[in-house]
Every structure is written in C-alpha cells, then in structure tokens.
C-alpha cells in the first residue's frame, strides 16, 4: 500500500514538472529563458516517472533497477551537457550578429 502510494506521488509529480517544463518551453519570451523548461523541469520530470518505475518494479527484477538507474545516470549527464552547449551556440551567434550590425 504504502508503495503504491509512493510511486503514484512520484508519478504526479514527474507529470506536474514535465508539463511545467513544456509550458515553459512554450510561453516563455527568449531563448535563454526558455532553455530553462526543458533542462531544468523536464529533467526532474523525467527523472521522478524513472525513479516510480525504479521503485515499482525495477528492485525486484533480477539486475536491481540497474536498467532504471543507467537511464537516470545518462539523462542527468546529458541534459546539462546539452543546455551548455546550446547557449553557448547561441551567445556566439548573437556576438556574431552583433559584430555585422556594426560593420553596416
């Protein structure tokens, strides 16, 4: 019962940070605003509905969740990883235009 509970809560609230996440991705005005919503939101979002599956039924399968952690371990490494790298792309994409609206 008190398993059950915890993994609906961890459900609910994977689901309310994804949807947060999105919502943000969408509303938000500029580029670097919304790079938050799906690294930051999204991540735990996902993170929470893993960590469910890890505590449902992924500790009593023969590798102990091994499969639910890997997926954990390469989401947490990649998804910062990724938002770094797409502001830096896009801060020098802004300097570039900077420095050709200055040449004109």
Request: proline share 3%; charged share 15%.
């Amino acid at each position: 019962m008190l398993m059950e509970i915890l993994v609906s809560l961890l459900i609910l609230v994977g689901g309310a940070f994804a949807l947060l996440g999105s919502v943000g991705l969408a509303r938000l005005p500029d580029f670097f605003m919304r790079l938050h919503g799906p690294t930051k939101a999204t991540t735990l979002g996902v993170g929470s509905v893993v960590l469910a599956a890890l505590v449902h039924g992924g500790l009593g399968e023969e590798g102990g969740g091994l499969r639910e952690l890997a997926i954990t371990l390469f989401l947490f490494i990649t998804a910062p990883v990724t938002a770094h790298l797409l502001s830096k792309a896009a801060l020098a994409e802004r300097r570039r235009q900077e420095r050709t609206q200055k040449q004109s």
